[in-house]
């Protein structure tokens, strides 16, 4: 089972909205509700930012939002900022016994 | 609060093993799963292992080809990642993450990593 798919850039301009994807199978992505997404500042740890594929942690902006359909999850960013540059990660529980979690192969985002 | 402090990482020859250890302080490891992940310079995320909150059951990646162990110390509130055999590929800031849940759900906290640097 290999990473889920993310398309490794997406850029924009503050305040434009951005759509990243996250394609897997329906032995993670399809299977469950358990998509989460992290944002990883250079240097940092990741933060979680989406859990439960469209709940948001306390303290995160309700600028970023999370969806899916199907084997494909997606997170929007309304109304870009210059602090969401940073890379972002999409992560899914597996229907394997030895695989699980699986993340996303990661896309950076970059503000014009 | 909740806070994870991972140490333990360091430069290591191929073949040779380390210990990491990470402390959780503001729940208890016997409530919560918590897991290793490792990202490898300029490279993703990748789950390395996990150790069930209240089974204590270890999970791996296949890919480690059991050459790592966990491990916690209930009193201590300390996870461990025990690595054996190491590889020039195992070079990551591994992280210690724990889990909403107990296993399989999401990783609501992370420490900020520790360096292992495999080369000779």
């Known amino acids: 089972q290999s990473a889920l798919t993310q398309p490794a850039s997406v850029s924009g301009s503050p305040g434009q909205s951005i759509t990243i994807s996250c394609t897997g199978t329906g032995s993670d992505v399809g299977s469950h509700t358990l998509v989460s997404w992290y944002q990883q500042h250079p240097g940092r740890a990741p933060k979680l930012i989406i859990y439960d594929v469209n709940k948001r942690p306390s303290g995160v902006s309700r600028r970023f939002s999370g969806a899916k359909s199907g084997n494909t999850a997606s997170l929007t960013i309304s109304g870009l900022q210059t602090e969401d540059e940073a890379d972002y990660y999409c992560c899914s529980s597996t229907t394997s016994d030895t695989l699980l979690y699986v993340f996303g192969t990661g896309t950076r985002v970059t503000v014009l | 609060e909740v806070q994870l402090l991972e140490s333990g990482g360091d430069l290591v020859e191929p073949g040779g093993s380390l210990r990491l250890s990470c402390v959780a302080t503001g729940f208890s490891l016997s409530d919560h799963a918590v897991s290793w992940v490792r990202q490898a310079p300029g490279k993703g995320l990748e789950w390395v292992s996990s150790l069930s909150g209240y089974h204590g059951s270890a999970k791996y990646a296949d890919s480690l080809q059991g050459r790592f162990t966990i491990s916690r110390d209930n009193s201590k509130n300390t996870l461990y990642l025990q690595m054996y055999s190491l590889r020039v590929e195992d070079t990551a800031v591994y992280y210690c993450?724990?889990?909403?849940?107990?296993?399989?759900?999401?990783?609501?906290?992370w420490g900020q990593g520790a360096l292992v640097t495999v080369s000779s």
């Open positions: 993450a724990k889990d909403y849940g107990d296993l399989r759900y999401f990783f609501d906290f």
